[in-house]
């Protein structure tokens, strides 16, 4: 069976410019979560979706948004982008919203913002 | 989650030994944790999980314990092979999201 999926696999990115990763998550699995991994740190939660709608949201701007689509993929999109934001971005897919299962993770997206 | 910067903590075994890696969690109405490992480059990988009502959690080669009385996780690693050099998250989850900790590098000497 296909893991969660992340594409790209790699992107770089100008300051200022916007970036849209996208995630595929496990088949039968309706929650998607997002995190950032900066270098040497453990994910940092972004957003999750579930059943298309926002369901937590993480300390992180209003440049960052998200949205889920009804076959469960989901994409980040990043506006106005800062050297900051260079980062491994991670999709994580579980089977339900409540916390207490496993949440999968994909390969990752790593941005570069020069 | 903890930041520790570029420095993660190093935890350095001879391989065929037995590894063990803590980690404090911070909130108290946790009721979920998990332990990932991340091979550079890659995302994290689920190793086991165990519930606030274990104490313990048995999977191959690997076994949690759980203690709620002072907030600690270890993961316990039987017969530590070359393929375990990762770094190691624990993760708890309190509610939707996973707080992760600030991760434990092992590395495997031959």
């Known amino acids: 069976d296909a893991g969660v999926t992340q594409s790209p696999t790699h992107l770089i990115k100008t300051r200022g410019q916007h970036v849209t990763l996208r995630c595929s998550p496990i088949s039968g699995h309706k929650s998607v979560s997002w995190y950032q991994q900066v270098l040497g740190q453990g994910p940092q939660f972004i957003f999750q979706y579930y059943e298309k709608e926002e369901r937590g949201r993480g300390n992180f701007p209003d440049r960052f948004s998200a949205r889920q689509f009804p076959n469960y993929s989901s994409e980040l999109n990043v506006n106005a982008l800062l050297l900051g934001d260079s980062a491994l971005y991670l999709c994580?897919?579980?089977?339900?919203?409540?916390?207490?299962?496993?949440?999968?993770f994909g390969p990752g997206t790593r941005l570069t913002v020069t | 989650g903890e930041s520790v910067g570029l420095h993660l903590p190093t935890l350095s075994v001879q391989e065929g030994d037995n590894s063990i890696i803590n980690c404090a969690y911070s909130n108290s109405a946790s009721d979920y944790f998990i332990w990932y490992k991340q091979e550079s480059g890659k995302g994290p990988q689920f190793i086991i999980d165990i519930r606030s009502n274990m104490d313990k959690r048995q999977g191959q080669r690997v076994t949690v314990l759980l203690n709620k009385t002072v907030k600690h996780l270890s993961l316990q690693i039987a017969a530590t092979q070359p393929g375990d050099s990762a770094v190691y998250f624990c993760a708890e989850n309190p509610g939707n999201m996973l707080t992760f900790g600030g991760g434990t590098r092992l590395m495997v000497k031959p």
């Open positions: 994580a897919s579980s089977p339900y919203l409540a916390g207490g299962y496993e949440q999968y």
